[in-house]
């Protein structure tokens, strides 16, 4: 007895992509879908109305948890869990064994099913296929999942297969404990890694009448290439006319990616865990609303965004309550998020239907890369098991090569990710700005140094042993005075490092924890001092020195997106006004050079790091790059960087206007760098000027 109706709207050209439609016992549902987890017969923080005006149309809850607590009694009680929990519209329910698979000490298995305690109560309970589908029939869910055997997608062969095997007795049962109910039930494909199992577990599980087909066991320990393979790869092995479910994905470029090699149906905690960790989707990255920058900005999470939190609420307010720590936050920044997936998943029917997929697929996919992140411990929460070294946002990781970083959990981002933290310090500041020569050239005036994201204070670190050197090699006299200013706005790494110091040499001195007691510290020559301005550096640099030397090190644009701003850059280039700074950061992204030149610094390559063949070096003029007495500066960006630039998907930073995006290639296509570079006609000297003079005016 067919039961879902299932039927193909339109399929993308040269791409996987599809839009379809389903009915249900509760209403049709217009796919790609994206499922919001209510784990407890809720969706954290949220009710039936705000979901429905986040754009929800299907839910997914969680049979184990529901089978623990409130138990199948009260959901025979009440009818279901729609009327339980008011919700008239569709809901999936999963089988509980991914929940049952991850407690590894609290179960015992066999063929017969997988014996397990009650983590509320001691009970003891069997989840097997019958009784399984026995909960999931009380609970009345539209759709209900077969039980099946989930292992890590990095397990060896035989456990693979072995879990396969089980699998598909395990599909056979559950179909028989169906038995004549109206409720659909998809069937799982598994089979790891190894692409011959996957190949036979479809044919085993797809040759039954389940009413669609779920590709489980991914999304737990791959790669994201790998399981964007396997994806292909499973999905080709999938009838074509049954909706298909990648289970537990994802973020929206993971999403996006898997709508391209033809999955139907995906559900994740994503949206909903981020919101309770500060963090918003947006159409220009993730926001973190715990950081300050946001306490004053009175303009919507996304100005690009309709969401009932964009039409109603300011950052500056998000921010207040998520620093509180009120419920009222989470419940509106998940309702954003929500929002952010649900338009998502219209844009991608839409372009579907309109046969422009792949045009919408290659414009998002960029832009979602920046959004999204590899956020891993998102996708799995309670996956890492070894006992870490945390201290608020942040933990130690150890490189195989043994040298330690500081990583920050919520983003995922790790300081200094591409090499030893002490070495990119020494090449890409310290040995690149020709500090130490700077300093030997003598005179009386402080050589000031900005250190840009003190972090676990490598770099100033790196700094204060320059000049220790100097000293020792030249004693006092020819050398010029150092003031090293730190900007920072959380002291947590600095905290975790000196805690765990022995994973941290640089910090093997009196200065780091000096700073921490009185945010300054001074060597005994009084040639050296270390500042620390706790905040956001946007608001503490006008308290600063105006700089020399400028070590830019803050996290990346998708974590700490407003630094890497062409306004950040033009407030940073206005505060120089005039004088001789270099400024060094170690990223090379187009975007970021753009906004340098757009703000009126000059640009040119740095040195390479790690795999990175080059870094990027910027200028209020080109002789603040010239020490006497060293080899030549590095070479500005020349007229072919800017023939690239002409040709990059990047060139805009997101949210121009059209009008916008010409005043801003004028602005780049007219700086005097590129002007230097060829003959100067009249003409173009005069455009030259008139924008140095638009520019000061600004
Ligand atoms: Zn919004």
Redesign the pocket.
């Known amino acids: 007895m067919p039961r879902l109706h299932f039927a193909i709207a339109a399929e993308a050209s040269a791409s996987g992509a599809r839009a379809a439609t389903f009915e249900t016992r509760h209403g049709q549902v217009l796919t790609p879908v994206f499922m919001p987890v209510g784990t407890q017969a809720t969706v954290k923080c949220q009710t039936v109305d705000t979901l429905r005006d986040s754009g929800s149309t299907v839910l997914l809850a969680n049979t184990y948890h529901l089978m623990l607590r409130p138990g199948a009694g009260v959901f025979q009680q009440f009818g279901g869990i729609h009327r339980f929990m008011n919700w008239d519209q569709p809901v999936l329910t999963d089988s509980g064994g991914y929940q049952i698979f991850s407690l590894p000490h609290a179960r015992t298995m066999d063929e017969k099913g997988a014996l397990f305690q009650s983590y509320i109560d001691g009970r003891w309970f069997l989840l097997s296929p019958e009784t399984s589908i026995g909960m999931q029939k009380a609970i009345g869910s539209d759709i209900m999942m077969a039980l099946d055997q989930c292992i890590p997608s990095t397990a060896d062969r035989s456990l693979a297969e072995a879990a396969m095997e089980l699998t598909h007795r395990w599909a056979v049962r559950s179909l028989v404990a169906r038995g004549d109910s109206p409720q659909a039930l998809f069937g799982i494909v598994q089979g790891a890694a190894f692409a011959d199992l996957r190949a036979r577990s479809a044919a085993a599980i797809t040759s039954l009448p389940f009413d669609g087909f779920a590709v489980g066991g991914l999304a737990v320990g791959e790669t994201k290439e790998q399981r964007e393979d396997l994806t292909a790869a499973a999905t080709a092995l999938l009838p074509r006319d049954r909706p298909r479910y990648l289970m537990g994905v994802g973020t929206p470029v993971d999403i996006l990616e898997a709508v391209h090699r033809g999955v139907d149906m995906f559900d994740c905690i994503i949206p909903t865990s981020l919101a309770q960790r500060g963090t918003?989707y947006?159409s220009q990255g993730r926001l973190h609303m715990r950081r300050g920058f946001y306490r004053l900005q009175d303009q919507?999470?996304?100005p690009a965004?309709?969401?009932?939190?964009?039409?109603s609420y300011t950052r500056a307010y998000v921010h207040h309550l998520i620093k509180a720590e009120e419920t009222l936050g989470w419940h509106l920044l998940g309702?954003?998020n929500l929002?952010?997936y649900h338009r998502m998943m219209r844009e991608i029917r839409d372009s579907v239907l309109a046969g422009s997929f792949l045009a919408y697929y290659g414009e998002k996919r960029e832009a979602w890369a920046r959004v999204d992140g590899d956020d891993a411990e998102a996708r799995h929460p309670k996956s890492r098991q070894t006992r870490r070294m945390l201290l608020g946002d942040y933990e130690v990781l150890t490189a195989p090569q043994g040298y330690s970083s500081i990583r920050q959990c919520s983003s995922g981002e790790v300081m200094h990710a591409v090499s030893n933290p002490v070495e990119e310090a020494r090449l890409l500041y310290i040995e690149q700005s020709r500090l130490d020569a700077r300093m030997r050239a003598g005179g009386a005036e402080t050589l000031v140094v900005w250190d840009v994201g003190l972090g676990a204070a490598t770099n100033a670190m790196a700094a204060v042993r320059c000049m220790e050197q100097a000293l020792a090699a030249h004693g006092s006299g020819p050398l010029r005075p150092l003031h090293i200013v730190s900007f920072e706005r959380d002291l947590d790494p600095l905290r975790l490092a000196i805690r765990h110091a022995a994973r941290f040499p640089h910090l093997h001195h009196a200065a780091p924890s000096a700073m921490l007691r009185h945010a300054h510290w001074e060597h005994a020559s009084g040639l050296l001092r270390w500042t620390l301005l706790e905040g956001d550096f946007m608001e503490r640099m006008a308290l600063a020195p105006r700089p020399d030397l400028i070590f830019y090190d803050p996290f990346s644009f998708k974590t700490d997106g407003p630094l890497w701003l062409p306004e950040t850059f033009a407030r940073i280039f206005r505060v120089l006004s005039g004088g001789q700074t270099a400024f060094y950061t170690y990223s090379t992204s187009t975007a970021v050079r753009a906004a340098l030149l757009w703000a009126g610094f000059h640009v040119a390559r740095g040195v390479p790091i790690g795999p990175k063949t080059e870094t990027t070096v910027a200028c209020t003029q080109p002789a603040s790059l010239q020490v006497a007495g060293c080899p030549a500066a590095p070479s500005l960006l020349d007229r072919q960087w800017l023939e690239r630039w002409e040709r990059s998907g990047a060139k805009f930073p997101a949210g121009l206007s059209p009008d916008e995006q010409d005043a801003f290639a004028s602005r780049i296509r007219a700086h005097p760098q590129f002007s230097l570079s060829r003959a100067v006609e009249p003409q173009q000297s005069r455009s030259t000027k008139h924008w140095l003079l638009a520019f000061v005016a600004t």
């Open positions: 918003a947006t919507p999470l996304d965004c309709g969401c009932p939190t964009c039409r309702q954003h929002y952010f």
